[in-house]
Structure formats: C-alpha cells, structure tokens
T-cell receptor
C-alpha cells in the first residue's frame, strides 16, 4: 500500500514551454503533498507544500508564478513549470502525507519515483 | 534553521563488509529522523524511521541509532551486498507536521 506515482517519468522540452507534472496517491488519500527538487549530487530541496483545496505554500526563493501547483483532489497534485529554461532542468519528486487518524500515520510521507526534466 | 550533514559523501566497500553511515543535525529538537534509500534516477524508499524518544530501529541487516542530544544518527549496514549500492539519505522532521530537511546523502558502492 501507500503508492505514489508521478507522470511523466521524464520529459524533454524546448526553452520557453510549460511542463506539467502529475503526482498521484494511488491507494490512499493525501491531504498534503510536497514538491521537491533535486540537482545532481545535491539534497532534496523542498519547493512547496500543497494542501488539498487551498493555495500552496512556497519555500523562500521559489517563484510561485513560475512553479504553479494545483491540488484539486485528495489524490492528485500537479506542478506546472511555466516558461521553462535550462536552469530549471532537474529531478522533481513529490511526496504525499497519508490522511489518517493516528498521529504516526500523519507523519509518514510516501515518495513518488520522480520526474526528470531537461530543458533545451 | 535546521541543517543536516552526512558523511562520508561517498563510500566504496567490498561485499561482506559491515559499514556505518553518519548523519548529524544542528537543531536537536527534532520529532523524528528517517533514513531513505535512493537508486540512481529513482525516487526515495523509506528504510527506517526513529522517533525522538527512541534510541534505535532495526530492519533486517539495517540498524539506525539516534542520539538526539548530540544531534547524531548512524545507519549500520551489516554484511553488505552489491544490491545495497545506492545513495542513502538522512532526513529530520522538526515538529511532526513540518516538512523534512534532507542531507546530501552518502553514495554507497558495494563491489562483488
């Protein structure tokens, strides 16, 4: 159980185009999803926290108008990289926090397989 | 602001060796600490989660310890195998509902 999927797994696009990445919790409901970015040999850096039905909370230094996040349902969050540029090339990973009554379950994040973005 | 450091950055060992990966964090007031495995180009797999009140957790050949007061955790891998080759990430959760702060990871290579 607790599987998170991401689509697409990889994408190559031209500079200036927009790219949408989907994050789905397949067998559980997730009230909160997180979006991370990972550059080569670097740690995962949190970009934003997405709560179902409300606006995302962005980390300092992350442009909310460039990285649009929509968390329309308890099982789907999307990240749209608008007007992508080569410096946006990275590995984007989402995670989902399980919705549940037990405190422990509320702590647990399950990670998706990641989406590799290459902007030419 | 919480900072997580992992050493070494890379480690290469022959198959069968026991090894220790280190993780340190600057703010000891954590809620829990988690160790993940990441294969190249892949997402994260959770290995062990240690609550702040716990000293260690074990799963198979893996044992993670936590010394919250000194801001340190270790991941011990016994009888390493080539299949253990991956990057191991340490992450701390500061308040239970907050986000995770990750270290840069230790890239492990176990040679046959």
């Amino acid at each position: 159980g607790a599987v998170v999927s991401q689509h697409p797994s990889w994408v190559i696009c031209k500079s200036g185009t927009s790219v949408k990445i989907e994050c789905r919790s397949l067998d559980f409901q997730a009230t909160t999803m997180f979006w991370y970015r990972q550059f080569p040999k670097q740690s995962l850096m949190l970009m934003a926290t997405s709560n179902e039905g409300s606006k995302a909370t962005y980390e300092q230094g992350v442009e909310k108008d460039k990285f649009l996040i929509n968390h329309a349902s308890l099982t789907l969050s999307t990240l749209t990289v608008t007007s992508a540029h080569p410096e946006d090339s990275s590995f984007y990973i989402c995670s989902a926090r399980v919705r549940g009554l037990a405190l422990y379950s509320q702590q647990t994040q399950y990670f998706g397989p990641g989406t590799r973005l290459l902007v030419l | 602001k919480q900072e997580v450091t992992q050493i070494p950055a890379a480690l290469s060992v022959p198959e069968g060796e026991n090894l220790v990966l280190n993780c340190s964090f600057t703010d000891s007031a954590i809620y829990n600490l988690q160790w993940f495995r990441q294969d190249p180009g892949k997402g994260l797999t959770s290995l062990l989660l240690i609550q702040s009140s716990q000293r260690e957790q074990t799963s198979g050949r893996l044992n993670a310890s936590l010394d919250k007061s000194s801001g340190r955790s270790t991941l011990y891998i016994a009888a390493s195998q080539p299949g253990d080759s991956a990057t191991y990430l340490c992450a701390v959760n500061d308040s239970g509902y907050s986000t995770l702060t990750f270290g840069k990871g230790t890239m492990l290579l176990v040679s046959p």
